[in-house]
């Protein structure tokens, strides 16, 4: 089983910056894949970014040139620095991890941003 622990979100202005930091514990073997995901109000949860173990990264179109992920394996830390934040950023951030034969959700932390 693995745990995850999301921080880092709050409220922030247009233009401005969050990071979002997300530590998991637990047994984790082999590669696997932390990233984020995210839901609006009234919206379907949506990919954000994702890295590999290995550092292969995948992002939402809408974030792109934006939003940064990495992760340091040593500390099973992942990292997603959000720069430029949009209104439309506005959602519950969940950290998530895929392993073998697991997935995860952490429990959220709320990222609001004002116009």
């Known amino acids: 089983q693995v745990q995850l622990v999301e921080s880092g979100g709050g409220l922030v202005q247009a233009g401005g910056s969050l990071r979002l930091d997300c530590v998991a514990s637990?047994?984790?073997?082999?590669?696997?894949?932390m990233g984020w995901y995210r839901q609006a109000p009234g919206k379907q949860r949506e990919l954000v970014a994702t890295i590999t173990s290995g550092g292969n990264t995948e992002f939402a179109d809408s974030v792109k040139g934006r939003f940064t992920i990495s992760r340091d394996n040593a500390k099973r830390t992942v990292y997603l620095q959000m720069n430029s934040l949009k209104p439309e950023d506005t959602a519950l951030y969940y950290c998530?991890?895929?392993?073998?034969?697991?997935?995860?959700w952490g429990q959220g932390t709320q990222v609001t941003v004002s116009s």
């Open positions: 637990g047994t984790i073997v082999g590669r696997n894949v």
């Open positions: 998530y991890f895929r392993g073998v034969g697991l997935r995860q």
